[in-house]
């Protein structure tokens, strides 16, 4: 089975400070993604990776960036916490092969900025 | 208009009932179709995943795809009060997988 790991389940920060989200995931996927998740607003796009070292802007990026320096570790870096950013965040994985491979998810973070 | 539309309910069933959980989509170019599973306080499960029109069956789960009228559905048969949770569509274009595409859900509850 496809393991994604998000390091934390539940994180409490402060306006201001620069918070790094970390997921591993142990099949060895080439793509990798970061959403976050809102009631009533479904899943958005944050930012997605599709190699190493690459990554590409989803429909939300401003506030966020992201880093790919190993093919299982993805993170995602608020650069400066607004309590806008409160939500769940979750990272996802896929191959790439000829078809679409669905993506698997971890368990999510619940990020609250105070 | 949103690509995916999904009714957010919720729907709530007793146990032993058929479930019909639906989406709607106005992209032509979605070829893959997947069903999650959400629950409580935990990340989206796949369920199903199909390619194109068609039904798929996976024990008490069958997925239907009708791609001439953009509609497909997750049909659960005998639920249980374990089915209940979020049930997310998705599709996607055959573009690598990148840009997927996800309902909003549909919460449900099974009652014992």
């Known amino acids: 089975d496809v393991k994604v790991t998000q390091s934390s389940r539940y994180l409490v920060k402060r306006t201001g400070e620069k918070v790094f989200l970390e997921c591993v995931q142990d099949m060895d996927h080439e793509n990798m993604f970061w959403y976050r998740q809102d009631p009533g607003l479904g899943l958005r796009l944050i930012y997605f990776?599709?190699?190493?070292?690459?990554?590409e802007k989803g429909d939300i990026p401003e506030g966020y960036s992201v880093s790919r320096e190993k093919k299982e570790r993805f993170s995602l870096i608020l650069e400066s916490a607004s309590t806008n950013q409160t939500s769940m965040y979750l990272c996802?994985?896929?191959?790439?092969?000829?078809?679409?491979?669905?993506?698997?998810f971890g368990d999510g973070t619940r990020l609250s900025i105070l | 208009q949103k690509e995916v539309e999904q009714d957010p309910g919720p729907l709530s069933v007793p146990e032993g009932a058929i479930v019909s959980l639906n989406c709607t989509y106005s992209n032509s170019a979605f070829q893959y179709f997947m069903w999650y599973r959400q629950y409580s306080r935990k990340g989206p499960e796949l369920l199903m995943y199909t390619y194109s029109s068609g039904n798929k069956e996976d024990g008490r789960f069958t997925a239907q795809v009708d791609k001439s009228s953009k509609y497909i559905s997750l049909f659960i048969r005998d639920s249980q009060p374990s089915d209940s949770a979020t049930y997310l569509c998705a599709m996607s274009g055959g573009t690598g997988g990148f840009k997927t595409i996800f309902g909003a859900g549909t919460r449900l509850f099974v009652k014992a």
């Open positions: 990776s599709y190699d190493v070292k690459m990554k």
């Open positions: 996802a994985s896929s191959q790439t092969t000829v078809e679409d491979q669905p993506q698997h």
